[in-house]
């Protein structure tokens, strides 16, 4: 049976450094930093997710607001709040949660975040740092994933990583980070247009599935021995749950385990992680 990697354990471990480090600068005499999150809208796993990173924040001494706005804001105010955010020194980072209303353009907003405050890493100029291995912000579900790795003691050098997924949050920036020096994956990153799917997977060291879909990775996808990383979160009903539903991942959990030497589960792996590494970069945007 694969070893479970405990995403939970691996993220306290990163907040605890986080909040050691907030502790010194507050004894020299700085002030704690400051996040400020957008919401716009009432989608439940928005708000939930915008929770938790508050909650997340206040534990490690750093300050957050969650601003919420009702969907039917326009794009212009949503432009001017940010802006106010970009002037106001006090704000250190800034998180506009996705997705966004149709009637508002993402990328417009993305462009409008002072790249100084991305702590998401989503603005072209972080992306670029990362693409030419430059120091800045991490992206934070991929960098939680590498942590993950390192943490663990799995051997990233010259391993084949087939990603399951090219969005610009998970797939081609963890294809970046996967890719630099130090870390020196050979990637190859699969979507759905990809043939062979289920071979090229079966080829992965480290398999990493950030599709969306509940169980896509079947046990016929494993490699004996590969460690696989499940970054979906995915709501499946479930009648015997008070709430109506549990959360799972895009892997075939309980068949991938027979074959993985490592594995990460959902709830409980990634989503932590990416927590983690969002405090890191509001830590590193407030130094
Ligand atoms: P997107 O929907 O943006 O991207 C999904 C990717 O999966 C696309 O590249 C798509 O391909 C690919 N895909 C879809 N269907 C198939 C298929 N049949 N075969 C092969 N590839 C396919 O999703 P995200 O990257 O934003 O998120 C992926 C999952 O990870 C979601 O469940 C999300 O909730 C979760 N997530 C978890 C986080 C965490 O902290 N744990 C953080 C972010 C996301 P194509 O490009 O061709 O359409």
């Known amino acids: 049976m694969a070893h479970l990697i405990d995403g939970k354990m691996l993220s306290a471990q990163i907040r605890d450094e986080v909040k050691a480090a907030v502790a010194l600068r507050s004894a020299s005499g700085k002030r704690a930093p400051y996040l400020a999150v957008v919401l716009i809208g009432e989608d439940p796993a928005s708000a939930s997710y915008v929770k938790g990173k508050a909650k ?3 534990e490690v001494g750093i300050d957050s607001d969650t601003m919420t706005y009702d969907a039917s804001i326009s794009e212009a105010e949503v432009l001017d709040i940010i802006e106010r ?3 106001d020194e006090s ?24 790249p100084a405050k991305d702590v998401d890493c989503f603005h072209p100029e972080s992306v670029g740092n990362l693409v ?6 991490q992206p934070a579900t991929p ?5 993950m790795l390192k943490r663990t003691g799995i051997e990233t050098s010259g391993k084949h990583c087939v990603i399951i997924g090219r969005s610009n949050i998970v797939g081609k920036p963890l294809a970046n980070l996967m890719l630099k020096k130090g870390i020196d994956a050979t990637v190859t990153v699969c979507h759905s247009r990809t043939s062979n799917l289920a071979e090229i ?17 079947t046990k016929d996808m494993v490699k004996p021995g590969a460690v696989v990383i499940d970054v979906g979160i995915n709501r499946v009903d479930d009648e015997s749950r008070e709430r109506g539903y549990r959360l799972v991942g895009d892997v075939d959990f309980e068949a991938a385990s027979t074959l993985a030497s490592h ?19 509001t830590l590193k945007a407030a130094k």
């Not at 250190?92 to 002072?114: F, N, R």
């Not at 960098?143 to 942590?147: L, R, S, T, W």
């Not at 594995?263 to 970069?281: C, D, W």
């Open 143 to 147: 960098a939680g994933i590498v942590e």
């Open 91 to 114: 704000v250190d980072g800034i998180l506009v949660q996705l997705p966004l209303p149709a009637h508002i353009d993402e990328q417009k907003v993305i462009h409008a975040i002072s």
């Open 56 to 58: 997340a924040s206040t």
């Open 132 to 137: 030419i291995g430059l120091d800045g912000f």
């Open 201 to 217: 997977a079966r080829q992965a060291d480290i398999l990493v599935a950030a599709i969306g879909r509940p169980n896509f990775v």
């Open 85 to 87: 955010l970009n002037q």
């Open 263 to 281: 594995i990460t589960p959902v709830p409980g792996g990634v989503g932590p992680m990416t927590i983690a590494v969002l405090l890191q970069n």
